[in-house]
C-alpha cells in the first residue's frame, strides 16, 4: 500500500474517531498515529470534530410529555431514605444486583497481584473476578481446572506468548497449562474461571 494510500485510509479513520465509532483498540491505534506527527490527520480531526459539534446542536429543540416531567419531579421529591431503602431491597435480592466501583474488596494473592470477586457460582464453582497485576508482574506456572476466559480492560498481558491489550479476549480450555503470564506495564483483566487453578513448580 502506497503512503498516499496509508494517508488516505487514516482520515477515514479520524471521521469514525470523531463521531466515536471506533472500538477501543482502533482507537488507541489512531491515536498512536496523531502522537507521531501527522499534521494531515491533526487537520481532519478537527475538521470533523467541528461538524459533529455543528451536528449536536443542530437538532430542534422538543419539549417532554407532561406525564415525564410529572413522573421525574415526583421521584425528586421522594425523601432519600426511600431511595437508599430501595437500592438496599435491590442489592438484598439475587435477581438483580449491581456492584459499584468502590464496592468489593480487593485482596492479595502473590507478587502484589489483587483480586476482586464479584460473582461466584456456586452450582459451577465459576468465579467472576477483576485482577490486577502491577507492572512487571507475573503469575506462577499453573493448570486450568475448568475453562478460563478474559477480557483485557486496561494495560497489557501477555498470555502464552500473545500480547493483549485493551479489548483483547483470551480463553484456555480445561487442563490447559499457561507457563507465561506477565505484564509489562501493568492490567486489568475481568477473569471468568473456576475459582482454583493448580500451581506447578516452575521447570
Known amino acids: 500500500m502506497t503512503?498516499?494510500?496509508?494517508?488516505?485510509?487514516?482520515?477515514?479513520?479520524?471521521a469514525l474517531y470523531a463521531l466515536g465509532a471506533l472500538s477501543q483498540h482502533e482507537a488507541r491505534a489512531f491515536e498512536r498515529h496523531l502522537?507521531?506527527?501527522?499534521a494531515e490527520?491533526?487537520?481532519?480531526?478537527?475538521?470533523?470534530?467541528?461538524t459533529v459539534r455543528a451536528l449536536a446542536f443542530s437538532a430542534p429543540d422538543e419539549q417532554p410529555p407532561a406525564r415525564v416531567r410529572a413522573e421525574l419531579l415526583a421521584r425528586l421529591d421522594k425523601p432519600d431514605s426511600e431511595q437508599s431503602e430501595a437500592a438496599m431491597k435491590n442489592r438484598e435480592s439475587?435477581?438483580?444486583?449491581s456492584i459499584l466501583a468502590s464496592d468489593g474488596e480487593w485482596q492479595e494473592?502473590?507478587?502484589g497481584i489483587l483480586f476482586?470477586?464479584?460473582?461466584?457460582d456456586k452450582t459451577t464453582g465459576i468465579a467472576t473476578s477483576l485482577v490486577r497485576m502491577p507492572p512487571g508482574s507475573a503469575l506462577p506456572i499453573h493448570q486450568h481446572l475448568g475453562v478460563e476466559q478474559f477480557y483485557v480492560l486496561e494495560g497489557d498481558c501477555t498470555v502464552a506468548g500473545q500480547n493483549l491489550v485493551p479489548g483483547d479476549y483470551h480463553r484456555a480450555e480445561t487442563g490447559t497449562i499457561h507457563e507465561t503470564t506477565y505484564t509489562v506495564d501493568g492490567t486489568l483483566l475481568l477473569l471468568i474461571a473456576p475459582e482454583r487453578f493448580e500451581v506447578l513448580d516452575a521447570r
Open 3 to 14: 503512503d498516499r494510500a496509508v494517508t488516505h485510509e487514516m482520515t477515514d479513520v479520524a
Open 109 to 111: 494473592s502473590q507478587n
Open 116 to 120: 476482586k470477586r464479584l460473582y461466584i
Open 94 to 97: 439475587n435477581e438483580v444486583v
Open 35 to 38: 502522537e507521531e506527527g501527522c
Open 41 to 50: 490527520c491533526s487537520a481532519e480531526l478537527e475538521s470533523f470534530a467541528k
